[in-house]
């Protein structure tokens, strides 16, 4: 079956960077999925924070992350990516990796998604 897993959280000060990744396997065609990233805190909803739509490989973000995160993916390497930078201790959260075949309807409801990551925990500190 699908297997999704995600690397690269830890532990940065405000103004850091990081880089997630997200090792998909056990996909057919890979570039057929939709790919996003959610994360959740404690006692928040699980919200979406950026996603690539798998029709067109439009990219799509949250306004809180607009113009600091970047996603993008390696279809050779079946590897999904979240660059961030200029982090912020409101982005402490643990990160998890989604994908949906085909395309989503909309695109930050974790509705949409049936396949999930493990998730990887991220920390900034003032």
């Known amino acids: 079956g699908l297997e999704l897993v995600e690397s690269g959280g830890g532990s940065v000060q405000a103004g850091g960077s990081l880089r997630l990744s997200c090792a998909a396997s056990g996909l057919k065609i890979y570039d057929r999925y939709s790919m996003a990233w959610f994360r959740q805190s404690p006692g928040k909803e699980r919200e979406g924070v950026a996603a690539?739509?798998?029709?067109?490989?439009?990219?799509s973000y949250a306004d809180s992350v607009k113009g600091r995160f970047t996603i993008s993916k390696d279809n050779a390497k079946n590897t999904l990516y979240l660059q961030m930078n200029s982090l912020k201790p409101e982005d402490t959260a643990m990160y998890y990796c989604?994908?949906?075949?085909?395309?989503?309807?909309?695109?930050?409801?974790?509705?949409?998604?049936?396949?999930w990551g493990p998730g990887t925990q991220v920390t900034v500190s003032s």
């Open positions: 989604a994908a949906d075949w085909g395309t989503v309807g909309r695109w930050s409801s974790r509705y949409e998604y049936t396949e």
């Open positions: 690539i739509d798998s029709a067109d490989d439009v990219k």
